[in-house]
């Protein structure tokens, strides 16, 4: 009896060159109309974004030709994170006796953006596919039960994998396949042999890593690899046995010690340092006397005696808490007398104060950005604000730090017609370098955008009298939306936002982060308003900040350490996190303190010391800081 015709059903979709989905099917006739119409779902709702072509492909399909294999066998690794995924992808390919395992997993990491495999020779790790930018692709497979489950399996990436996987491994002359998704939604990889199975890695890259790629390990003479690429882009196979994931008992326990020790194997544990005094330009830490390079208390106000009064005066007057939201009891007079002093200092109608600076930012660029709108944010913004982009219900668009031609062609290319935002820090907090504040407000008035500035660490910094990054540009157009902080050269805690008086009731109204988060106490409204007060009136503490800032970085450079700054903050870049570590201990013991700043706040590979001045540093306290600095780095190369 013959076996009914099958159809080869295959799905592609891209935006440009760039690939965004791909998928296929093995089906009978009746099953072919609905599988298409959910594969084109599949295809125009991809997290790689909106396909400019997508090509369904259907071919006639002999049974007969049809190889029919049974499923791997399937484990899982679970691992607290891409780094401990990457070791074992690493042990799992030291077992199979493969040698250059370091180069294979560095390449699949590379391989972004190739339509198909790249078909590597395992040993001499020559590329063997004919066309290096398509690569190999194993097409023609199917889970052999795939009609019987329905259309809702075209979305079953697990299943995909292990068909694909299966047919891959009994490809001539293949010893193992090595897979990441690039699917930014999906962080699970995999290593596939006939010896090892089907091994499921729970985690090879980050949520919302693009990275990708696919590499088949060869090992067989040259000449033959023909064979294994005839067998991977024409051999039909269907794959019996394809279970669905299995959900296993999540170990808590372990996923927490895994997570704290892959913290200490990469260098990225950060201890907690107990101070027993305000950290000044002296404190006392962990019971030892220090020079403070970490604070951001710029201006040495938290331990202002007047500023202290203030609170201490509060205190006894309001209490301790406030009792409520701002929108329900937690406005005290102190909250619009702060708020007035802001706006006037900062030269706008109106302000409004948020219980801390990442309560502001991730609460402002919601509420702000209309739906459908585009929010274009520097490459190195704050945490914060990209939480708050996250958080919008908007398109992001990260542009080179600081290029504005960069900018500025993304702001042509998106053309955001619904409105949007340009974002940026104004003092970006691990370089100290300062954004380019005019041609930003140039580029949101020429195409109809806000424009949000966060001045966490330029008031009482930037311009002349510490008002901050528009008096730094004498520039008397202000941003739509002037962010800051009451924390670090205020020396007091909450955030604030300086704008108009309508902006500010839109704000209050929209900002999730300021209606349903209980109102910063009295205190910290008195003590702040007392620093703002002496900031205003004391103007010579922002030129002491400077003339320190600019006699470390001369002490640092005269002993060859290269450093630049144009604020309160000057980095040491060091590069690796073992290294900047060791530094800041071995600082530490010496009896300077200063953080070493590590992935996930700066990319890998770009660690630093993070030096933060004060206004109250003595002169001789930073130049023997600058020669125990350039001590260090020479011990630890």
């Given at each position: 009896?013959?076996?009914?015709?099958?159809?080869?059903?295959?799905?592609?979709?891209?935006?440009?060159?760039?690939?965004?989905?791909?998928?296929?099917?093995?089906?009978?006739?009746?099953?072919?109309?609905?599988?298409?119409?959910?594969?084109?779902?599949?295809?125009?709702?991809?997290?790689?974004?909106?396909?400019?072509?997508?090509?369904?492909?259907?071919?006639?399909?002999?049974?007969?030709?049809?190889?029919?294999?049974?499923?791997?066998?399937?484990?899982?690794?679970?691992?607290?994170?891409?780094?401990?995924?990457?070791?074992?992808?690493?042990?799992?390919?030291?077992?199979?006796?493969?040698a250059r395992a370091g180069e294979i997993v560095e390449l699949l990491y590379r391989t972004r953006g190739m339509r198909g495999a790249i078909l590597l020779d395992a040993d001499t790790l020559t590329r063997l596919e004919p066309d290096p930018e398509r690569g190999v692709r194993a097409t023609y497979m199917d889970d052999a039960a795939s009609s019987e489950k329905g259309a809702d399996s075209c979305k079953d990436h697990y299943a995909e994998a292990i068909v694909l996987a299966t047919k891959v491994a009994y490809a001539p002359g293949i010893v193992a396949e090595l897979c990441i998704s690039d699917d930014p939604d999906y962080t699970t990889g995999y290593i596939a042999s006939r010896?090892?199975?089907?091994?499921?890695?729970?985690?090879?890259?980050?949520?919302?890593?693009p990275a990708g790629g696919r590499i088949f390990l060869y090992r067989g003479r040259t000449e033959d690899a023909a064979k294994n690429i005839a067998y991977l882009e024409h051999q039909c196979v269907t794959v019996s046995g394809v279970r669905p994931l299995a959900v296993g008992k999540f170990d808590r326990e372990r996923f927490v010690s895994d997570s704290v020790a892959a913290l200490h194997e990469q260098a990225l544990y950060r201890p907690e340092h107990a101070f027993s005094g305000a950290a000044g330009a002296h404190t006392a830490v962990d019971g030892h006397d220090v020079l403070m390079l970490a604070s951001n208390d710029y201006l040495d106000l938290a331990r202002d005696e007047r500023v202290v009064a203030a609170a201490a005066e509060a205190l006894h007057r309001f209490g301790l808490g406030s009792g409520g939201s701002r929108l329900t009891t937690g406005t005290t007079t102190l909250h619009l007398e702060l708020e007035a002093e802001l706006a006037d200092f900062k030269g706008t109608e109106s302000a409004l104060v948020f219980n801390t600076g990442f309560a502001a930012n991730s609460?402002?660029?919601?509420?702000?950005?209309?739906?459908?709108?585009?929010?274009?944010?520097?490459?190195?913004?704050?945490?914060s604000i990209i939480d708050g982009c996250r958080a919008a219900k908007s398109r992001t668009v990260i542009y080179r730090h600081n290029d504005m031609a960069d900018l500025e062609q993304k702001i042509r290319t998106v053309n955001p017609r619904s409105g949007g935002i340009i974002v940026s820090d104004a003092v970006f907090s691990m370089d100290g370098d300062i954004a380019p504040l005019p041609k930003i407000l140039r580029l949101a008035e020429e195409y109809g955008l806000f424009s949000m500035i966060d001045e966490a660490h330029s008031t009482g910094v930037l311009g002349q009298n510490g008002h901050g990054i528009c008096e730094h540009f004498h520039s008397e157009k202000l941003p739509d939306i002037l962010m800051g902080t009451l924390s670090k050269a205020l020396g007091a805690e909450g955030g604030f936002v300086c704008c108009t008086r309508e902006m500010r009731e839109l704000l209050r109204h929209k900002c999730r982060s300021f209606v349903f988060s209980t109102a910063l106490p009295a205190a910290v409204m008195a003590g702040a308003l007392a620093a703002l007060k002496i900031l205003a009136r004391e103007p010579e503490r922002v030129r002491a900040l400077r003339g320190n800032v600019q006699h470390f970085i001369a002490e640092l450079r005269s002993r060859g350490v290269a450093a630049a700054s144009e604020s309160a903050i000057v980095p040491v870049v060091v590069g690796g996190e073992s290294r900047a570590a060791a530094i800041a201990d071995e600082l530490l013991q010496q009896g300077i303190f200063a953080s070493a700043i590590r992935y996930p706040t700066v990319k890998r590979g770009e660690a630093r010391l993070r030096f933060a001045l004060m206004a109250t540093h003595d002169r001789d306290d930073l130049s023997r800081a600058a020669q125990a600095v350039a001590e260090a780095l020479l011990r630890h190369p």
């Open positions: 009896m013959n076996k009914p015709p099958l159809f080869s059903l295959k799905m592609r979709a891209a935006a440009g060159k760039r690939h965004i989905s791909g998928a296929e099917k093995l089906l009978p006739e009746a099953a072919v109309a609905p599988f298409a119409g959910a594969l084109l779902e599949r295809a125009l709702h991809h997290a790689n974004g909106k396909p400019d072509f997508i090509n369904l492909k259907l071919e006639a399909v002999s049974p007969e030709e049809v190889l029919e294999l049974t499923a791997l066998p399937v484990r899982t690794v679970d691992v607290p994170d891409a780094a401990a995924g990457k070791r074992e992808m690493l042990r799992l390919l030291g077992s199979g006796g493969i010896e090892l199975g089907y091994v499921r890695i729970t985690r090879l890259k980050e949520l919302g890593n609460g402002i660029i919601p509420a702000l950005c209309p739906p459908g709108g585009v929010i274009f944010s520097d490459e190195l913004n704050h945490a």
